[in-house]
């Protein structure tokens, strides 16, 4: 296992959520561009996350965010309770979906996608196929993917680029619901990189103590007071009971500047249990 | 439409996640068990939900959030965005799954259900069915009935009772990953019920003015100024573009209550958007 992970380090092996034409690949293809690296398709996300911890791969990338649909639960609880990873890097990537298949098709039964895609054009679906049944798949890639295959009456929801690579026909672009459809992806690793300069973030989640009234507000405190802006804050199931949570927070700024990282640590000092990301500098993309 | 709405209050129609053999259905038949009504099976959460907003039924009964999975975000989402409903009831319950075939299955090469319980039996999966494919329906009833319908190769993971209903065999119960796992259902009715005494919550949503770093931390001393006990916060996209939210307040007492409806009225003063579900009775079934 040790030499293993010596040379996948050597190889710099990337990976993410396949197969070919998922946009996952498409975003993974762009902000590496010019570096180094080769990539690995993973059928899933957690076992993309699992071959960083695992050291098969050197890092990662995957969705953590949509606009419209909100967090992706399964990165969010993997990185909390399964892994001991960093974030190094996000990149907020603009989604736009197709509706695609095979030329000659005329009657669309069913529709094949990702859940978060069939969910992000659910207006649309229910206006021009009402009557199609929806499939829900691992990628949009994979639904692409089956439509190329052969289901009778199939349409896939995907990007136009996974269109082209399997020789699908689109019918309608820009089918989302929301024009503000898009969602962050980040890059996962085993060491933190925590540049400095602008343009930086820092993620952590934590297990606040006590459930009186105020147990959030004091940590929401402990940022505002030294002029941390968070960006995001979101809870989720602590996986101990009903009613119980841990809380993901997102800053602007890195652990290099002082007043995030004093932040930082008396939030750490005031919980329960308290996991830092690490970090990590944005990339905004959209189109 | 005027007519008909009268005949379905006269009536009372209740109605739920079906197919037959849902949790959905379990808890409706527990919860209205000696009340006057008749249950209507909808296929999806949102055309329940829309069915009491529309006037078709007069409540409905579905799910908003798993101890595990955690909300239930097609729910969320269209309580804060396309309806204008009261909560009139919350129940919690217990959530246990079964592995459900056709007697004489050797090779189990499909396992099919809903998502969150797919999700919630992940580590029994990887361990015993590793190999096998994951495919996702609308509902653990609907799950069952495909396999009792004979897709070959498949299992269901559904409740005991759904399997008992359509014949099938469970070959493990209790197969989720963590014994806590409850769900909360709850009532929808176009008018709030808030009633007074002990065991009741109140829910609101809202959209915070500002996005400065203490703008949440304002809200929640409104609450804990007054002693209210927050049980849940949530944020959910604001669906305006990424980084902009909207939070759920679940918090105990009632409308009814003076500090509740003093702290609710203050919040609201302070909020750009601002929806009040109401408040209602806490029913907890866990077994």
Known sequence: MAIACEQTAIERLIGYLGPQGTYSEEVALNIYRGEFGRFVPYNSICAAIQGVEGGEISECLVPIENSLEGSVNITMDTLAHEV????????VWSIRHSLLLKSGTKDVKTIISHPQALAQCRQYLSRQYPNAELKSVASTAEAVYLVASGVKGGAAIG???AGEIYSLTS???????NPNNCTRFVALSRTPVNPGGQNCKTSLV????????GSLCDILQEFAARGVNLTRIESRPARAGLGMYIFFFDMEGSMEDDHVKTAVNAVKAKCQWFKNFGSYSVYNRLS
């Open 171 to 177: 019918v309608d672009d820009d089918i989302q619901d």
């Open 84 to 91: 001991d990873l960093a974030i190094t890097r996000e990149i």
């Open 159 to 161: 990007s136009r680029r």
């Open 206 to 213: 934590c297990k606040i103590q006590g459930d009186r009234p």
